[in-house]
């Protein structure tokens, strides 16, 4: 059975059609719950009303937000998550550098297995 069975899953993606696209796989993978954000301020929201398993962030979205604050609030819960951008790793915080970084554009078996081995070193 996968890391991702039942699994509750955050995903913070601005572009609606691979939101989209990782939802599909995230169902296909067994999760119980896949939560599409777009916004910080709904990824953040999503954090406080919702015990999840782990979290798939896009670090750059729409105008110049970028996904730190939501990757803080995942990290001071204790719940692990993935970064997928095609930022390089020198443009994430210190505090993050060492989190999974996958780099766009990216495989499904790639989430797949760092989600997995993200929620696997939770443990």
Known sequence: MSELHDARVLVLEDELLLAMAY???LY?????????????????????????TVA???????GSDLSFPVADALADAGIPFVFLTAYRPEHIPERHRTRPLIEKPTSE??????L????AQRV
Do not use: F, M, P, Y
């Not at 296909?28 to 954090?47: P, S």
């Not at 078996?109 to 760092?114: D, F, G, T």
């Not at 997995?116 to 929620?119: E, F, M, N, R, S």
């Open 23 to 25: 939802e599909r796989l």
């Open 28 to 52: 296909d993978e067994g999760c119980g719950q896949v939560l599409l954000t777009t916004r910080v301020d709904q990824a953040l929201k999503v954090i406080q009303q919702t015990l999840l």
């Open 56 to 62: 798939l962030l896009d670090v750059s979205l729409r």
């Open 109 to 114: 078996k790639a989430i797949v297995q760092a």
């Open 116 to 119: 997995g081995a993200a929620i």
